[in-house]
């Protein structure tokens, strides 16, 4: 079943979906958001030492023309890598959870929903 995110990174919202297995493109992502050529997900991995693809999360279908897709996980990270707001959004969403406060958390989360 296609999942949905909604993500908002440098202070735009947009709604993206994923593949039936669960997988999101991240070139979607990086396109929709018009991020700068550094940001781009090949960046990331390489970043991240394509540990995302070692865990089975990620898959690099860029020869094929077909980008990089990954779990919801992963692509909040990727976010995260991309945006320096968003990360402290994540960060205090989950402050807020372990302090049990749910309400504020929940409230929080409206940013990657």
């Not at 735009?12 to 593949?19: A, D, H, L, R, V």
């Not at 070139?27 to 700068?36: A, G, I, M, R």
């Not at 991309?82 to 929940?106: N, P, Q």
Request: proline share 2%.
């Amino acid at each position: 079943m296609s999942k949905e995110i909604t993500l908002k990174i440098n202070g735009t919202e947009k709604t993206f979906y994923s593949t039936e297995d669960g997988y999101f493109c991240l070139n979607e992502v990086w396109e929709d958001f018009d991020l700068k050529a550094s940001q781009h997900p090949t960046e990331w991995l390489e970043e991240a030492d394509y540990r995302p693809i070692e865990l089975g999360q990620a898959y690099d279908l860029s020869e094929y023309d077909a980008g990089i897709w990954a779990t919801k996980s992963f692509l909040l990270m990727y976010a995260g890598w991309v945006d320096i707001e968003f990360f402290m959004t994540v960060i205090k969403t989950f402050a807020a959870l372990t302090r049990g406060e749910a309400e504020k958390a929940s409230e929080l989360a409206s940013i990657c929903s």
